[in-house]
């Protein structure tokens, strides 16, 4: 049991009572995250080795291609789940506590700062409440990642199954299971209701529900799937890697 810190006394960053290893979690998400947004810029500023063969680069999907435009068609899209993910429930809890230590860990001090606390209704974080408007952008790129799914399994005119194919496919399905749990959609469908008229809609909102428990998974799985599909197919255009036909 965590004991809760004598606020009447004055607290320096650190403080805690806790005697477990509090700052490991925001540091592996320092690193993780860290990590990831080193990548994702790279591999948007190439603009080049994101498709091989019947598969396109989640990072380039849709893939817009346009005479006016002179630099990655990637930027054109990425600020859409770049937002969402952003603007995230689970991920402002992530980056709060690994970057702004604000604060690091559950009854851990960030320090006796005598600013008042205005939470996310001050600039820039009141940008943080438009997050179920990135949602609808992220449910549009949706439709397109699955439509690169099904052109994964067409290699000249004849079916097949690629490695490429299963990477695609759970790339594109950890990124479903990630929008599918978000708190902005399990409010939109029936999170505002004070009671349910229908049942069919109280059982997809009990199955909202249980995915939502478990959206810190999602989360993580499907930011490390959705750079390792670019990586992959990147690989493979480059020539470094060889996609293996399983059918």
């Known amino acids: 049991m965590v004991t809760i810190l004598n606020q009447s006394k004055k607290e320096t960053f650190g403080t805690t009572q806790r005697k477990d290893l509090w700052w490991l979690e925001p540091l592996v998400y320092a690193i993780g995250l860290g990590l990831f947004l080193l990548y994702a810029t790279w591999a948007a500023f190439q603009g080049k080795n994101y498709e ?41 809890k992530a980056y709060y506590r690994s970057y702004f230590m604000d604060p690091p860990a559950c009854a851990v001090s960030e320090g006796c700062s005598g600013e008042k606390y205005t939470g996310e209704t001050t600039f820039p974080f009141i940008f943080q409440n438009i997050h179920r408007y990135f949602l609808l952008g992220a449910t549009v790129l949706l439709f ?49 209701m004070d009671s349910f008229k229908c049942g069919y809609q109280f059982k997809i909102y009990e199955k909202i529900s249980c ?7 999602w989360a993580w799985t499907s930011l ?24």
């Open 52 to 92: 091989f063969g019947p598969y396109l680069s989640p990072f380039y999907s849709p893939l817009l291609i346009f005479d006016w435009w002179h630099f990655s068609p990637a930027f054109l899209i990425l600020w859409i789940p770049a937002g969402f993910r952003a603007t995230c429930y689970y991920y402002r």
């Open 144 to 192: 397109f990642l699955w439509s690169d799914v099904i052109k994964a399994f067409n290699f000249n005119g004849q079916f097949g199954v690629g490695v490429g194919t299963v990477v695609l496919f759970a790339n594109t399905f950890l990124l479903t299971m990630y929008s599918l749990s978000c708190h902005s959609f399990r409010h939109l469908i029936g999170g505002c």
């Open 211 to 217: 995915a939502n428990e478990h959206h810190m998974f």
């Open 224 to 247: 490390f799937m959705v750079g390792f599909a670019d990586f992959y197919i990147r690989m493979c255009s480059m020539g470094v890697w060889t996609d293996i036909r399983l059918l």
